[in-house]
């Protein structure tokens, strides 16, 4: 029996809580719910995945990483590919190089293949990415995106580019990722607390100190970024797994913008903070595009106004960064809420 | 031959270009480590204020270069004052961050405001003729590109040299600190940065138009984030890396669309990307960049 240190107790106590108020949500939702509901639900759990790999690497090693739809991208592709049955791969995907619609793998294989892949991808990448600070780790994310994109867009015959993937088989009901999602949870909060996660979120306190405590920086940070990458590469294949369909075009900017958004309205340093981000924005932007089609409230018809959910979500973005730039949960949990500091 | 130095003549364009809004995005970095996104933005405010004037019948090209100008430069002077001031000593991710957010706010007012679609701008076509010189076949544009970055270049490096505020900024790079206790005033050094910026958007945004023919929300991003990986390639708050960076990334433009096969072509940005990618990985901080220790103070 491993022990565990009193952060780590507090740490297991938080994420049970965090998977509480999780499954509390999905389970009303499965039992009240309208369709709408469940798949609007079901895309806020998405992203939930999303940040929740955003806030392994970002919020531990603080480097801004802007390169996360693509990870979440090359899963979603290497499972389609691998899950897709043969009939309907040689409809859609005719001039697949390598033999890559001549096969057709059950769910579980596919998806464990598709981790692999985006592992090493993330492992080849992150060798680059650790050795550098600051903007210029940013900047490389940044080429790494457009990279990617550049490929799904280009490679037609393997990705279709901007057009649909089809005939994946939709697995998934809102029952599976929840489970995930819990799953996940408890993982980014486990690492936050391990061994680990200490030393890498000291090292981006104090560089030069961590080191010189004999902290080895380069492959904390690559630990944090591959199991980042594998996170995503989850989400990416619960996103294929549920819709059935995917495209490149979801796993570019606008999505990057939308989920950076979510984790630093939370706080990035927590992971409470990137669970409270994610649902305040999808909902919230649920609501404002409500408005944006111009209902009547009140007896009152508004107008319509196309933009609104950019201007909003932009602005979350402004006012976060000047009046609370450590998010609304800064460096604290959900237990800091309710236990006594230890 | 000719088709080399016709190439050659082209990267120089392209560089012109990326180099122009480089410099912009370079000068407010250097100052106050602020990674400016919302540059792109000042581009497409330019373009909308010459539909503006298009929309009031102004014909007049002075009147409407040095509106556009103006445009870019006020709002680029707002923007310090509403949205920058607040993270002015915050560490570069929140400034980053920040400029994300500003970026998407101005790029959704455009299309809430005036469209999403492209709105033509046609006072601009006079500039682009054909000219020959000396057996090659160029541009009129091409050529007053090149000479608006080069006078751009002498009048930036007089002003830093020269004048007191320039002094003042260039020192501000090094020590900010330093500078406001010789009693200079940040906030005239941080506007000064800004209005220099947005009249360098308002330049680049008289070439990308006249070229264009059209301005739609989403203008500038594409520019501005080539013209943000130029900067960094050259050297990040470096103006003379920032120059460099952008005629590296015209030329690697050019050659990456003369030398890959026609079937390769959407490849480029992938390629580009790439390459700056390896730049970064031998130099991370640019190639013009000091080498820092980590732990000096900045």
Request: net charge positive.
């Amino acid at each position: 029996m491993m022990r565990l240190s009193s952060s780590q107790k507090r740490g297991l106590m938080g994420a049970a809580a965090l998977a509480l108020i999780l499954i509390a949500v999905g389970l009303s939702t499965l039992w009240f719910g309208s369709r709408y509901q469940v798949r609007l639900v079901y895309s806020a759990y998405v992203n939930l995945l999303v940040v929740l790999g955003l806030q392994v690497f970002m919020g531990n090693a603080r480097i801004t990483n802007l390169s996360h739809s693509a990870f979440m991208g090359i899963g979603a592709y290497a499972a389609a590919i691998c899950v897709t049955p043969t009939n309907i791969k040689a409809i859609s995907l005719p001039d697949a190089p390598w033999g890559l619609s001549a096969f057709t793998l059950d769910p579980i294989t596919s998806a464990l293949i598709a981790l692999l892949i985006t592992g090493i991808i993330a492992f080849l990448i992150g060798l680059f990415i650790v050795r550098m600070t600051g903007i210029g780790a940013t900047i490389l994310s940044l080429a790494v995106l457009v990279i990617v994109h550049s490929i799904f867009l280009y490679r037609t015959d393997i990705f279709k580019g901007n057009q649909a993937f089809f005939g994946i088989p939709q697995i998934f009901s809102l029952t599976s990722i929840l489970i995930v999602s819990v799953l996940v949870v408890f993982i980014a909060r486990g690492f936050r607390e391990s061994r680990w996660g200490i030393q890498l979120r000291a090292s981006a306190d104090d560089e030069v100190g961590a080191v010189a405590m004999g902290v080895n920086i380069y492959r904390l940070r690559l630990i944090a970024w591959v199991l980042s990458g594998v996170l995503l590469a989850v989400a990416g294949i619960s996103y294929a797994y549920f819709l059935g369909t995917i495209s490149a075009r979801p796993f570019y900017f606008n999505h990057v913008f939308l989920t950076l958004a979510m984790l630093i309205l939370g706080g990035m340093r927590s992971v409470t903070g990137a669970v409270l981000g994610t649902f305040v924005i999808s909902f919230g932007l649920e609501w404002v595009r409500w408005l944006e089609t111009g209902p009547e409230v009140l007896g009152i018809d508004l107008p319509e106004v196309l933009g609104l959910s950019g201007i909003a979500l932009g602005s979350v973005i402004v006012l976060t960064m000047t009046l609370r730039p450590g998010g609304i949960m800064g460096n604290r949990e959900i237990e800091d809420l309710f236990l006594k500091r230890g | 031959m000719e088709y080399v130095a016709q190439q050659i003549m082209n990267a120089l364009s392209f560089g012109a270009e990326y180099a122009l809004i480089a410099l912009g995005l370079a000068i407010v970095f250097s100052i106050m480590g602020l990674v400016n996104f919302a540059h792109g933005e000042l581009i497409a405010v330019g373009g909308y204020t010459m539909v503006a004037f298009g929309a009031l019948a102004i014909g007049n090209p002075l009147i409407v270069i040095i509106g556009a100008i103006l445009a870019a430069a006020l709002v680029s002077v707002t923007l310090e004052r509403v949205a920058f001031r607040p993270v002015r000593y915050a560490d570069p991710t929140t400034g980053l961050l920040t400029a994300f957010g500003v970026s998407m706010i101005l790029q959704n007012i455009f299309l809430l405001a005036v469209s999403p679609r492209p709105v033509a701008v046609t006072s601009l076509y006079f500039l682009d003729w054909p000219v020959e010189v000396a057996g090659l076949r160029l541009s009129s544009l091409q050529l007053f590109e090149a000479a608006t970055t080069v006078i751009v270049i002498i009048a930036l490096t007089l002003f830093l040299r020269r004048s007191t505020l320039g002094l003042a900024m260039r020192a501000a790079s090094l020590d900010f600190e330093m500078v406001r206790l010789t009693g200079i005033r940040a906030n005239r050094v941080f506007a000064m940065a800004f209005l220099v910026s947005g009249v360098l958007a308002g330049l680049a945004c008289i070439f990308i138009l006249a070229r264009r023919g059209s301005v739609d929300p989403h203008l500038g991003f594409n520019p501005v984030l080539k013209a943000f990986v130029a900067c960094v390639v050259g050297g990040f708050g470096s103006l003379p890396g920032a120059v460099l960076g952008g005629f590296l990334l015209g030329a690697l433009e050019v050659a990456m669309l003369v030398l890959l096969p026609q079937e390769y072509g959407g490849m480029k940005d992938a390629l580009v990307f790439g390459v700056i990618a390896m730049v970064l990985i031998w130099r991370p901080d640019g190639i013009l960049s000091p080498p820092v220790e980590k732990g000096d103070k900045l």
